[in-house]
């Protein structure tokens, strides 16, 4: 059985270097390899890949949970492999719980673990690069893993990035001020951070919000 997959990816060097590890192989065969976003939606359908290997930065303009909707709705079926240059164990915890199958840390060598992680999840068994997998052990190990960020308090993220006051968000969204102070609080313990200005630094590099 061939293995198709695609390479999509903001970094040229990160593109080549995933061909060149896969190359040779008579298993896998590449069938597309995208720096944009838009590029690589339009060619799923026709493509039908097994696996995707995106890079969480593909699209700056969007967060990776954002940007794993997008790609698992233009192609349900692939197993999708996230690769990224931050290990936030809570991250990873998310994408896990949203359907992603691999988590590779792009300082960890990929030439010793790609191949392994796109043959794992392909028979359907969850893979983390030896990095991400210490840092999803931690953070679970806080307790903190079972609230996901979901599409609200992104967009209250969001809301607060472009320097709206909680009060005029609770008033935007039209839901209760104590609502919006609450999942502020959560997002808070979630990152680690003391103020919504330090809230606001870590969401951004993390890729929530730009």
């Not at 990816?9 to 065969?29: N, P, S, V």
């Not at 609450?182 to 997002?187: G, P, S, V």
């Not at 951070?193 to 929530?208: D, I, K, P």
């Amino acid at each position: 059985m061939t293995i198709k997959i695609a390479i999509a990816d903001d970094m040229d060097l990160a593109r080549e270097g995933m061909k060149t590890i896969l190359r040779g192989r008579d298993d896998f065969q590449v069938v597309g390899t995208y720096h944009l976003l838009s590029d690589m939606l339009d060619a799923l359908g026709k493509l039908r890949p097994d696996v995707i290997l995106l890079g969480d930065r593909l699209e700056p303009e969007i967060d990776v949970l954002t940007l794993l909707e997008r790609v698992k709705a233009a192609a349900p079926r692939a197993r999708i492999i996230i690769l990224s240059n931050l290990v936030e164990g809570l991250i990873v915890h998310d994408l896990l719980m949203r359907g992603v199958m691999g988590y590779l840390y792009k300082f960890d060598p990929l030439s010793l673990y790609l191949v392994e992680a796109i043959q794992n999840v392909v028979r359907g068994q969850p893979y983390l690069s030896p990095s991400s997998n210490s840092a999803y052990l931690l953070a679970m190990q806080t307790g903190e893993g079972d609230w996901q960020i979901d599409a609200e308090a992104r967009e209250i993220l969001r809301q607060i990035a472009e320097g709206h006051r909680l009060q005029e968000i609770a008033y935007i969204r039209h839901i209760p001020i104590r609502r919006v102070y609450c999942i502020c609080e959560r997002l808070r313990r979630r990152f680690g951070a003391e103020t919504n200005m330090q809230l606001m630094a870590l969401v951004a590099r993390e890729g929530f919000v730009s």
